[in-house]
C-alpha cells in the first residue's frame, strides 16, 4: 500500500502521511522530564524578581472594578501585576534609537516577553480561564501597540513550552516579536489566499471551516471556535484553532469571544499533555499583518507539539514525513478530550 502524500491547503508545502511508519501516541509520549530546574528565588520572571528584568512595557494590576493597565517609569517595577511583559534581554529585533535610520540592514523591531501569570508553572493547560483571558488581552494590547510603529511590518505572538520546543526559561511565558517585513509562511499564506479569494470570492479559512467541523480530523469547538488537524500537517499531532466566523486578526475579539478562546486554549493543551505525558510544543497565531488583507486572510493559531526529529531529508527538500496522520491525531485528541 503507498503512503498518501498531501499538499498544504495554501503553501505549496508536501508532506508524506507515512502511515507504513505509523506511531500510536504511546510510542511519541514524552518519556523523562525536561522541565529545567530553576529555583523561584532565581527565576526573573517570578513576583519579586522585578529587577532581574527590564522595565515593563505593560502590566496589568488588579483595579477595583476592572483591570488596570499601567507601564514601568522611572526605575519603579510595579508589584502584585496579573501579567506582565518585558523587553527581552536577548533581543532578536530591537527598536531604533531616536534620530536612527532604519535602513533594511538592521534587524529592527522589538522582542517582548509576556510572563503569563506570577505563579510559576500557571502553563495554558493548567490556568485558570481568568488568567488566560489576561494572557489573550496582553497580546492584543502588545499588538495594537507595536502594530502602530512605522517600521513594524508584522507582529508574530507565539510560545515554546518546554526545553525540546527551545524554552529557556520554565516560567509561563510567551514571546512577542515585531519584525520589519512580513515573515516568508505568512507572505505565503497571504498571496495563496489573495488568489483564492479573486477566483472564488471567498475566504479560503471559512471554507476550510465549513470542511473541517465535519471531516474526521475535527478535534474539538465551542461556540466561536473549532480546533482540528490540517489536512497536510507536518507535526504529528499538529492542531490548528481557529474562529468560526471571518476574523482577520485578534483585534476583533469580544469580551464573550476571548473567553471562548481561553477555554479552546486550555482544552486542547491539556488534552495533548493528558495525551503525551506533557510534551514540548510550540505555538504561533497567524494573523492578518494590514487591512489590504483583513478580507481574504482569517487568523488561526497554529499548535507544533515537539515529539519527532526534523532530519537530511525534511531539510534538505522541505518536504515531511508525518508519522501520525491528522485523522489519527483527531481521533485521539477527540477521546481523551472527552474523558478530561
Ligand atoms: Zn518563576
Ligand atoms: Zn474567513
Ligand atoms: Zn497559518
Given at each position: 500500500?503507498?503512503?498518501?502524500?498531501?499538499?498544504d491547503y495554501l503553501l505549496n508545502?508536501?508532506?508524506?502521511?507515512?502511515?507504513?511508519?505509523?506511531?500510536?501516541?504511546?510510542?511519541?509520549?514524552?518519556?523523562?522530564?525536561?522541565?529545567?530546574?530553576?529555583?523561584?528565588?532565581?527565576?526573573?520572571?517570578?513576583?519579586?524578581?522585578?529587577?532581574?528584568?527590564?522595565?515593563?512595557?505593560?502590566?496589568?494590576?488588579?483595579?477595583?472594578?476592572?483591570?488596570?493597565?499601567?507601564?514601568?517609569?522611572?526605575?519603579?517595577?510595579?508589584?502584585?501585576?496579573?501579567?506582565?511583559?518585558?523587553?527581552?534581554?536577548?533581543?532578536?529585533?530591537?527598536?531604533?534609537?531616536?534620530?536612527?535610520?532604519?535602513?533594511?540592514?538592521?534587524?529592527?523591531?522589538?522582542?517582548?516577553?509576556?510572563?503569563?501569570?506570577?505563579?510559576?508553572?500557571?502553563?495554558?493547560?493548567?490556568?485558570?480561564?481568568?488568567?488566560?483571558?489576561?494572557?489573550?488581552?496582553?497580546?492584543?494590547?502588545?499588538?495594537?501597540?507595536?502594530?502602530?510603529?512605522?517600521?513594524?511590518k508584522y507582529?508574530?505572538?507565539?510560545?515554546?513550552?518546554?526545553?525540546?520546543?527551545?524554552?529557556?526559561?520554565?516560567?509561563?511565558?510567551?514571546?512577542?516579536?515585531?519584525?520589519?517585513?512580513i515573515p516568508t509562511i505568512l507572505s505565503d499564506e497571504l498571496s495563496a489566499s489573495s488568489e483564492y479569494y479573486k477566483a472564488n470570492e471567498k475566504c479560503i479559512f471559512c471554507d476550510i471551516?465549513?470542511?473541517?467541523?465535519?471531516?474526521?480530523?475535527?478535534?474539538?469547538?465551542?461556540?466561536?471556535?473549532?480546533?482540528?488537524?490540517?489536512?497536510?500537517?507536518?507535526?504529528?499531532?499538529?492542531?490548528?484553532?481557529?474562529?468560526?466566523?471571518h476574523?482577520p486578526t485578534?483585534?476583533?475579539?469580544?469580551?464573550?469571544?476571548?473567553?471562548?478562546?481561553?477555554?479552546?486554549?486550555?482544552?486542547?493543551?491539556?488534552?495533548?499533555?493528558?495525551?503525551?505525558?506533557?510534551?514540548?510544543?510550540?505555538?504561533?497565531?497567524h494573523l492578518s499583518p494590514n487591512e489590504e488583507t483583513d478580507k481574504h486572510y482569517h487568523w488561526h493559531?497554529?499548535?507544533?507539539?515537539?515529539?519527532?526529529?526534523?532530519?537530511?531529508?525534511?531539510?534538505?527538500?522541505?518536504?515531511?514525513?508525518?508519522?501520525?496522520?491528522?485523522?489519527?491525531?483527531?481521533?485521539?485528541?477527540?477521546?481523551?478530550?472527552?474523558?478530561?
Amino acid at each position: 500500500m503507498l503512503n498518501d502524500i498531501r499538499k498544504d491547503y495554501l503553501l505549496n508545502r508536501w508532506v508524506v502521511m507515512a502511515t507504513h511508519r505509523k506511531r500510536r501516541p504511546v510510542d511519541l509520549a514524552r518519556k523523562e522530564t525536561d522541565i529545567q530546574k530553576f529555583s523561584r528565588s532565581s527565576c526573573p520572571f517570578c513576583p519579586g524578581n522585578e529587577r532581574k528584568t527590564p522595565p515593563a512595557s505593560l502590566v496589568y494590576l488588579k483595579g477595583r472594578k476592572s483591570t488596570v493597565r499601567k507601564k514601568d517609569t522611572n526605575g519603579i517595577r510595579h508589584k502584585n501585576w496579573l501579567i506582565r511583559c518585558v523587553p527581552n534581554l536577548y533581543s532578536a529585533f530591537s527598536h531604533p534609537k531616536i534620530g536612527e535610520s532604519f535602513s533594511s540592514g538592521k534587524a529592527v523591531g522589538h522582542h517582548e516577553v509576556l510572563i503569563e501569570s506570577p505563579n510559576h508553572n500557571e502553563q495554558p493547560a493548567n490556568a485558570k480561564i481568568s488568567q488566560l483571558v489576561y494572557v489573550i488581552n496582553g497580546y492584543i494590547d502588545r499588538l495594537e501597540d507595536l502594530s502602530s510603529k512605522p517600521y513594524v511590518k508584522y507582529v508574530s505572538i507565539f510560545r515554546n513550552y518546554g526545553l525540546d520546543a527551545g524554552a529557556s526559561l520554565s516560567h509561563a511565558h510567551s514571546q512577542i516579536i515585531a519584525t520589519p517585513m512580513i515573515p516568508t509562511i505568512l507572505s505565503d499564506e497571504l498571496s495563496a489566499s489573495s488568489e483564492y479569494y479573486k477566483a472564488n470570492e471567498k475566504c479560503i479559512f471559512c471554507d476550510i471551516v465549513e470542511r473541517e467541523k465535519n471531516s474526521p480530523r475535527f478535534i474539538w469547538g465551542n461556540k466561536s471556535f473549532i480546533a482540528f488537524a490540517p489536512w497536510a500537517g507536518v507535526h504529528p499531532f499538529e492542531y490548528w484553532i481557529t474562529p468560526k466566523e471571518h476574523q482577520p486578526t485578534l483585534s476583533e475579539l469580544r469580551s464573550q469571544t476571548t473567553r471562548d478562546l481561553a477555554i479552546a486554549l486550555k482544552t486542547c493543551l491539556n488534552g495533548l499533555r493528558s495525551l503525551l505525558n506533557d510534551p514540548p510544543y510550540n505555538y504561533g497565531f497567524h494573523l492578518s499583518p494590514n487591512e489590504e488583507t483583513d478580507k481574504h486572510y482569517h487568523w488561526h493559531l497554529e499548535v507544533y507539539p515537539k515529539l519527532t526529529i526534523w532530519a537530511g531529508f525534511e531539510k534538505s527538500t522541505g518536504i515531511y514525513i508525518n508519522v501520525v496522520p491528522p485523522e489519527d491525531a483527531a481521533r485521539s485528541m477527540k477521546r481523551i478530550i472527552e474523558r478530561n
